[in-house]
């Protein structure tokens, strides 16, 4: 049985395709033409408030709804954009959430954490804990839920499985039609899923993933997820992924993700957050300074969302707001 010969059933999200806008202010501040660099606009998927993560709840929740499903459990961190929208997507099909999520109440100022109650998501707190005790965690409350007597799906990690990425290979189909002479599409890599898509039509050739910190080994978790989806082996070796900009840790602001999404704020009026899509940024900033990103060549940049983790980022809002010009009346 070949990846397509099977496919699962689908729940309807976001408002596709979404849009692949020009960069010319910024593609010129960073020394490429003004028609290089263009923006996959995977920020405006329209759920709850946006996001990479609603290609891949349409196939994992789609799934869910096929086994009966009657509440969705997942986990994350208390940043997380997956759990988000994940609530979000509970809420759209009537059925329970609970989040699953490392840490404990009152030590984050997240605003996905403010999203996740206003759409009705249940935390449980699993102490400073790492992936692998965070899953153990959910299954547990799965556990419980069954014997309750409700009927639990439990959605991976930053929805990146092999089913959740299906989600974007049709992103990257759509880039075939919208682009058909692109070079390099530029990517967030949290959990993996969305780079891994992205492979599978475009080849590992024309896609750089920019490690964010979410996992010990980006590339092998990528690798693992293409080689699901295509039915053959990648090597973790063929991709091209940039280890550079992850600083002091996941939940960490770095001067280059700053500088990064400053500059895209200024030049094109449109926010990244400091977490994935400042650094993605930041690495495709890098890219070019390289030589890895040419001018005269079509680069995309993925815009996977993640707005309402810069409003709970203390350290990012802070030299925001030191920024602002004051003038007297």
């Known amino acids: ?30 020394g490429l033409g003004a028609d290089d660099l263009w923006i996959k606009r995977d920020d405006l998927t329209g759920l709850g408030g ?15 709804l096929a086994d009966g499903a009657t509440v ?18 509970g809420a759209r099909l009537g059925l329970d959430v609970v989040l699953v999520l490392a840490g404990a109440p009152g030590a984050s100022e997240s605003g996905n954490l403010a999203l996740d109650g206003l759409f009705g998501a249940t935390v449980v707190w699993a102490g400073d804990v790492g ?14 839920l069954r014997r309750q007597g409700g009927v639990p799906a439990v959605i991976p ?27 390099t599409v530029v990517v967030a890599v949290g959990s993996g899923g969305t780079m891994a898509g992205l492979v599978d039509p475009l080849g590992a050739a ?35 992924m940039r280890l550079d900009q992850v600083g002091d840790g996941y939940g960490a602001l770095t001067e280059q993700s700053m500088a990064a999404l400053t500059l895209t704020a200024r030049t094109e009026g449109i926010v990244l957050d400091p977490i994935y899509t400042g650094r993605a940024m930041a690495g495709l900033i890098a890219a070019i300074e390289d030589g890895d990103v040419l001018p005269g060549q079509r680069t995309v940049f993925l815009h ?6 810069l409003f709970g980022h203390r350290a990012t809002l802070a030299q ?10």
Request: hydrophobic share 40%.
């Open 50 to 64: 946006g996001g990479n993560k609603v290609r891949k709840l349409e196939w994992t929740c789609g799934a869910a």
């Open 72 to 89: 969705l459990v997942t986990t994350g961190a208390p940043q997380s954009n997956h759990a988000r929208l994940t609530a979000a997507a």
């Open 304 to 309: 996977s969302g993640g707005l309402p983790g």
């Open 320 to 329: 925001a707001e030191a920024a602002l010009t004051v003038s007297r009346p």
């Open 157 to 183: 990690f930053g929805g990146s499985s092999v089913l959740g990425a299906r989600g974007y290979v049709e992103c990257g189909r759509e880039l075939l039609a919208q682009a058909r002479d692109l070079e």
């Open 131 to 144: 992936d692998r005790a965070l899953d153990a965690t959910a299954q547990q409350v799965a556990a419980g």
């Open 206 to 240: 024309r896609v750089i993933g920019v490690h964010c910190g979410a996992v010990t080994d980006p590339a092998g978790t990528v690798s693992a997820l293409v080689s699901g989806l295509s039915g053959t082996d990648c090597a973790p070796d063929s991709l091209r």
């Open 1 to 30: 049985m070949t990846p397509d010969s099977f496919i699962p059933q689908r729940a309807v999200f976001g408002t596709w395709p979404t849009p692949l806008e020009p960069m010319p202010r910024l593609a010129r501040a960073l």
